[in-house]
């Protein structure tokens, strides 16, 4: 982890560290989730190009390390909505260039967190129905 990365790591940390610890109705929601998706890419050589294709299957099979949470937090009018994934996938494709390269090794790593607040400015409650966010 490079300097910069650190740092704002240990930011975002202490930014949200007095949030969580109030403790006072703050309701947290968190979960993990799978995404299988077809991932298709190009790589331009002196030679030529090499096509690279992996399904879900295939993209399971290459996963070296994989991550994926999402959380949810409110409190009164207040929501914290948060995504974080990182995916490390590596994997061997041939090539159409014969013996003299027959292979091409890729490795690939997707990191993503993005983060969102929330203030609800408008409620309407219909009639005999609780509240199901406080």
Do not use: N
């Amino acid at each position: 982890m490079s300097f910069p990365r650190a740092t704002l790591v240990l930011l975002v940390g202490l930014c949200a560290r007095p949030v969580l610890a109030d403790g006072g109705g703050w309701h947290l929601d968190a979960s993990s989730y799978e995404w299988l998706a077809q991932t298709q890419t190009r790589v331009d050589t002196s030679l030529g190009t090499v096509s690279i294709a992996l399904d879900a299957r295939e993209a399971l099979d290459a996963l070296d390390v994989g991550v994926m949470l999402g959380v949810f937090a409110h409190r009164g009018p207040w929501f914290v909505l948060g995504d974080f994934f990182y995916l490390d996938l590596s994997f061997r494709e041939r090539t159409p260039f014969g013996k003299r390269f027959s292979s091409v090794d890729s490795r690939t790593r997707l990191t993503s967190l993005p983060a969102y607040g929330l203030y609800r400015v408008y409620r309407r409650y219909r009639r005999g129905l609780a509240p199901t966010v406080q």
